[in-house]
């Protein structure tokens, strides 16, 4: 098929996937309302169109903690990317690497820290949860320090799973999942080659490093729920900061005093972000909730956004609410389940190209140029 849009990756990895793989990608918390919010409200973003500002030439780099990025986008830490394609986490590194911009691994990848980061020559990001397994928080902060990794995003957003229906439904969980995530791999002989044969080890390698054992998807679920610490407040958190020297993001905010308490803490930067809707539904799309973050905080630390982000033209919208740079979750994730690592790079290009056009009319030379000044205030919602 023609691919020339995330929607069209999106289209090519729901038959690529194994339904269960696919849904939970795509799928968003309870009735799913937030996750629909976060790209339609995106899309109701209104830009004013210049013509003829000599605009010959565009420059979309930036610099986020002191490191020169070729566009404002970073790759956003998405839960088992190695189930997507052979040793996923791995080719989206070396996507994003060759694209000049940051990929951020997951807690919970298939490819351990030391996996990925061996095989590239700058350093990644790394998302770590807030855990009530303190050993294996520090464990994995050491490991990646050692690693060479200096940007810590710290996901605050998941003190408990949320709701995914979509998941008990497509086999990921609930009754007989194994066995049903079984017959799906078969009926998708491509993924059970390419991922399910040739993808081996599918254990949790950052959790299997610290358990001394293999950390399989049967363990998945039932580690995270087991996990998870709704108990911690900022005060728990200044052992991590004391302990990371690098920049240190804080992930999952949506309400302004958040923030608020985030510059208070000493954090570097912090990600407005709602989980791509997978947790508590309902809440504001990241768009929504940027402009009022951006009023309090905006150069006090980094201010970057995920969840609904679908295109270049929203990369620039995500620029003029406000943000310094924005993170692709489930764009990049589709282009990888559909086409490896090649597929992230061409989605770059796509994001890329897509954010020329925005630039060029609306008369933003660069992304320095990218304001509220390119939106009509008054259809702002």
Do not use: C
């Given at each position: 098929?023609?691919?020339?849009?995330?929607?069209?990756?999106r289209?090519?990895?729901s038959?690529?996937?194994?339904?269960?793989?696919?849904?939970?990608?795509d799928?968003?918390?309870?009735?799913?309302?937030?996750l629909r919010?976060?790209?339609?409200?995106l899309?109701?973003?209104?830009l004013?169109?210049r013509?003829?500002q000599?605009l010959g030439?565009?420059?979309?780099?930036?610099?986020l903690?002191?490191q020169?990025?070729?566009m404002?986008?970073?790759l956003?830490?998405v839960?088992?990317?190695?189930?997507?394609a052979?040793?996923?986490?791995v080719?989206?590194?070396?996507a994003?690497e060759?694209?000049?911009?940051?990929?951020?691994l997951?807690?919970?990848?298939v490819c351990?820290?030391?996996e990925?980061?061996?095989?590239l020559?700058?350093?990644?990001?790394?998302?770590?949860?807030?855990?009530?397994?303190?050993?294996f928080m520090?464990?994995?902060?050491?490991?990646?320090?050692a690693?060479?990794?200096?940007?810590?995003?710290?996901?605050?957003d998941?003190?408990?799973?949320g709701a995914r229906?979509?998941d008990?439904h497509?086999?990921?969980?609930g009754?007989?999942?194994?066995?049903r995530r079984?017959?799906q791999?078969?009926?998708h002989?491509a993924?059970?080659l390419d991922?399910?044969?040739?993808g081996?080890?599918?254990?949790?390698g950052n959790?299997?490093a610290?358990?001394?054992?293999?950390?399989?998807l049967g363990?998945?679920v039932?580690?995270?729920?087991?996990n998870f610490?709704?108990?911690?407040g900022?005060?728990?958190?200044?052992?991590?900061?004391?302990?990371?020297?690098?920049p240190?993001v804080?992930?999952?905010?949506?309400?302004?005093e958040d923030?608020?308490?985030a510059?208070r803490f000493?954090?570097?930067?912090i990600v407005v972000?709602?989980h791509?809707g997978?947790?508590?539904d309902?809440?504001l799309?990241?768009a929504?909730?940027?402009?009022?973050?951006a009023d309090a905080?905006k150069?006090?630390l980094t201010?970057?956004v995920?969840?609904g982000?679908?295109?270049?033209?929203?990369?620039?919208?995500?620029l003029?609410?406000?943000?310094?740079?924005?993170?692709l979750?489930r764009?990049?994730?589709?282009?990888?389940a559909a086409?490896?690592?090649?597929?992230?790079?061409t989605?770059?290009?796509?994001?890329a190209?897509e954010?020329r056009v925005?630039?060029v009319l609306t008369?933003?030379?660069s992304?320095?140029d990218?304001?509220?000044?390119?939106?009509?205030?008054?259809n702002?919602?």
């Open positions: 098929m023609i691919i020339a849009s995330t929607q069209d990756f289209e090519a990895a038959r690529r996937l194994p339904p269960f793989l696919f849904h939970y990608i799928g968003g918390a309870y009735a799913e309302q937030t919010r976060n790209v339609d409200d899309s109701q973003l209104a004013r169109q013509v003829l000599n030439e565009i420059d979309l780099s930036t610099r903690f002191d020169p990025l070729a404002p986008v970073g956003a830490p839960g088992l990317t190695g189930m997507y052979r040793r996923g986490e080719q989206a590194a070396r994003a060759r694209k000049g911009i940051p990929f951020t997951s807690t919970v990848s351990s820290i030391q990925v980061q061996s095989q020559e700058r350093p990644i990001w790394f998302q770590l949860y807030v855990l009530k397994d303190r050993g520090r464990d994995a902060l050491e490991r990646a320090w690693a060479g990794i200096r940007t810590l995003v710290f996901t605050v998941m003190p408990v799973p229906y979509r008990a497509s086999g990921m969980s009754p007989h999942a194994a066995l079984s017959v791999a078969v009926t002989p993924w059970a991922v399910g044969l040739l081996r080890p599918h254990d949790l959790i299997s610290y358990r001394g054992h293999p950390t399989g363990d998945y039932g580690w995270l729920g087991a610490d709704p108990s911690i900022w005060n728990d958190l200044q052992w991590i900061r004391d302990f990371w020297q690098g240190m804080i992930k999952g905010i949506l309400d302004p923030a608020l308490d510059v000493g954090a570097d930067g972000s709602n791509g997978r947790q508590l309902g809440v799309s990241s929504r909730a940027l402009p009022a973050i905080v150069g006090a201010l970057l995920d969840s982000i679908r295109s270049g033209l929203d990369v620039v919208r995500m003029a609410l406000g943000a310094d740079a924005v993170l979750g764009a990049y994730a589709y282009a990888l086409a490896g690592g090649a597929g992230v790079e989605l770059l290009d796509l994001i190209k954010m925005a630039m008369g933003a030379r992304v320095k990218i304001s509220r000044e390119i939106l009509v205030r008054e702002l919602w």
